[in-house]
């Protein structure tokens, strides 16, 4: 999905070549619910922006390991066998990594009172190249 960026944010999909950045400024300064910054064959990295009160959305992907850095902002991670039953859950807070393997139902709920900056790297890629959501639906 290619869409424009929130405020008129010039975002790049950097994938498919070598790229440096400082991913934790990058994250803080992303306003978009989802924006690929990198997208290789192998693996990619979204920025996420969930607003208050928000989450991710119950999930799972079938075939792809996932990755998520918490940079600012509280969180209820939860994980499950199946999507009616999330049992597993744990608060997190900036500096907390989650690992979601493949088949793992999973969520990502902002509890705190700001804006929850993450990112999250999948493997292998998920979204399509240069995906850009300005919000969750």
Known sequence: MNTMPCDNDSVTDYGRKPYVTNINVQAIRNRNYR?????GENLQLTLMSIPVGSDIGVEMHEDTDQFIRIV????MVQFGDCREDLKNAQRVDGNYAV??????????VN???TPLKLYSIY?????PFGTIQ???S
């Open 123 to 127: 493997a292998p890629p998920h979204h």
């Open 35 to 39: 924006t690929a910054l990198w997208t």
């Open 111 to 113: 509890i705190g009172n």
């Open 134 to 136: 300005k919000c969750k």
């Open 99 to 108: 690992f979601v393997p493949a088949g793992t139902w999973h969520n990502i």
């Open 72 to 75: 600012n902002g509280r969180a």
